[in-house]
């Protein structure tokens, strides 16, 4: 029987404030096979966080991109919790899962991304433990060209009139698909073109079951511990 990989989605969003060092630990705690986060480029640095603005994981307001980079650093992510940045969640990590790079902006994220992880890989991070996702396939591509070693995943909301044939021109190796958006038709395109096929955001255990018994590789949770129940 394959591996369903279990995904801890933002960390363990379920459990923990997400995109936040705490997170990664406790989804790690909880048996992850692999993490998630969300990363935006700000004044050179690239933190983990999903939305644009601030107000929704912090105690901040405003636009991230508008908010100077020391003041970011001083907020409060949940329980405690700073924004964290790219490098310090690799080190958190330290190999112990995988991990899935979601490119949130478009203004050179792709490219100092890239740049780090081709540092952690020269250090001895096993390339098969990164994912570098988006929504965004043109950076996806750009990412591609930047790093071709690093595996990429096109992220999907929807079904294209190709199924999963955008994320096989592209050379990906996975499909993230929306658990709204998901059938056995698009996973078995998906599939017979070489690729994976991941699902977010999978919570309740009947949608898990109905995702292992559909074929999927894999999907993204808040509640780690569902998925390997």
Known sequence: MKEFLCIGHRGARGHAPENTLLGFDTAIALGAHWVECDVQLHSGELLLMHDLRLERTTNGRGRLDETPLDALRRLDAGQGQPIPTLQEALDLIDQRVGINVELKTWNGCAAAVARVLREYVAQGWPTEKLLVSSFHLPELYEFRQLAPEIPVGALLCGVPLDWAGCAAELGASTLNLSDEFVDERIVADAQARGLKVYVYTVNHPAEIAR????????????YPERVLA
């Open 211 to 222: 995702m292992r018994a559909m074929g999927v590789d894999g999907v993204f949770t808040d």
